[in-house]
């Protein structure tokens, strides 16, 4: 197939009801340059020819200009290339910013996923927790929960402190017997929701993270624990001679499909949860129509989205998962990538993108960093800078997924300073 010579990118801005359109030729514009609008049902579209070569892009709004009108191009200079515009977006009883915050940016939560579904490796198909044995789905609470809950059970207005806590003038934390502490953690740890409280896996229960599906160990099947590749692995923890000694030092084991030596997860001391990533395996869902399940950048996002809500911070680090050996060789070792998102939630089209129609995704300026700027970044108490953690092999596919979304935007548009522009593409539920 012959390359087009016209490229069209179009973004759409909710927050301020108007559709981005710019449009990259490869020569100067001339009489044969046209742009003009086409509508159809409730879309819209741009249909631009050029040169004896025409293009079009569904738009990722519907824009208020009349059918078959022609945009007016503006020739700033002999040799312009590229073209922009500003559509406004049509009036309707619901804006598009609201649709967009109706729609659940989460993948695979709780009420999504069937209760008793078989969960299967998505590389080969290989059964990984049988069918019938999780009889619920759970989410879990966002990170940070034991903390927020004993904030709330210390601070809680308008009742009294029963636990020793001094917050006069004159007292201080090192006031508080021993014995006073101690009673405290018991008590709230009775609760369940001390600082010091983990949930761990249960049996018959399916608990759901962000990025994640943890379960209990005698719950799954055909998996190989490992402290660093699948041929140093086996398929009984117990059997590991390397387990009683790694699990004080590290956070967790490799785990791997036994079928394809896929890694899929890892195993949590802390939680004693076979900890699974959403991207490797396949679950029968409550969607009425089948789509594609969630990929890495979907869970990225969402995992960036939450990290934002819970600390208004939109600059985050993305590192390997601490404590967990890679099983690859330092050639593919993934780079440490420096996010500062730009726009949660937006939807973008273009002419060289990989699927056809809108794409909702998150706008995000990225650069990669070594490990040891990391460090510095994390380790400065001014930072506001928050922690995200993935596998290897996960980054390196963000990585990629990012240099591809940023060729796709105008050339003026890829690059800020040091950092460069792209998209990850959000889970739309």
């Avoid at 930072?383 to 953690?389: A, F, H, I, K, L």
Wanted: glycine share 6%; aromatic share 6%.
């Amino acid at each position: 197939m012959a390359t087009s010579h016209i490229s069209i990118y179009a973004e759409l801005l909710s927050n301020i009801r108007q559709v981005s359109l710019a449009v990259s030729l490869d020569s100067a514009t001339d009489e044969s340059t046209k742009v003009r609008i086409a509508h159809s049902n409730d879309t819209s579209s741009v249909h631009v020819s050029h040169a004896g070569e025409t293009s079009h892009l569904t738009l990722p709004g519907r824009v208020s200009c009349p059918e078959g009108q022609e945009l007016t191009i503006q020739r700033r200079s002999a040799d312009a290339k590229v073209l922009t515009w500003r559509l406004p977006l049509v009036h309707d009883n619901q804006t598009a910013a609201q649709r967009e915050g109706a729609r659940s940016s989460v993948p695979w939560e709780a009420r999504d996923l069937v209760p008793g579904s078989e969960v299967s490796c998505r590389k080969c198909q290989a059964p990984l927790v049988r069918e019938g044995s999780v009889k619920e789905w759970k989410d879990l609470p966002a990170e940070g929960w034991a903390e927020m809950m004993e904030f709330w059970h210390c601070h809680k207005p308008g009742e009294e402190h029963h636990h020793g806590h001094d917050h006069s003038s004159n007292g201080t934390a090192e006031d508080k017997s021993a014995h006073e502490t101690k009673a405290d953690e018991e008590t709230l740890a009775s609760r369940g929701y001390g600082a010091t409280s983990t949930i761990t896996a249960q049996k018959g229960v399916g608990f759901v993270d962000l990025t994640t599906l943890l379960f209990a160990e005698e719950d799954c099947a055909g998996i190989t624990f490992s402290v660093s590749a699948f041929s140093a692995g086996a398929t009984s923890r117990d059997t590991l001679t390397e387990a009683t000694s790694i699990s004080s030092m590290s956070s967790g084991l490799n785990i791997f499909c036994t079928n394809c030596e896929t890694r899929i997860g890892y195993f949590n001391y802390k939680t004693s949860a076979v900890t699974v990533f959403k991207w490797q395996v396949s679950c029968q869902t409550n969607t009425p129509a089948p789509r594609t399940p969630p990929t890495v950048p979907e869970c990225l996002s969402a995992t960036l989205s939450a990290t934002i809500s819970r600390t208004g911070s939109s600059k985050s680090l993305l590192l390997p998962i601490n404590g967990l050996a890679s099983p690859y060789s330092t050639s593919r070792s993934a780079p440490v990538l420096h996010f500062w998102i730009l726009n949660p939630s937006l939807r973008y089209a273009s002419t060289h993108a990989a699927t056809s129609g809108p794409t909702p995704a998150m706008k995000l300026l990225y650069r990669t960093i070594s490990r040891e700027e990391a460090d510095r970044i994390l380790e400065d108490v001014n930072s506001d800078v928050q922690e995200v953690n993935l596998p290897e092999e996960a980054i390196c596919v963000v990585a990629e997924a990012l240099g591809e979304s940023n060729a796709l935007l105008p050339v003026a548009e890829r690059r800020y300073r040091e950092w460069t522009v792209g998209m990850l593409r959000t889970w739309e539920g």
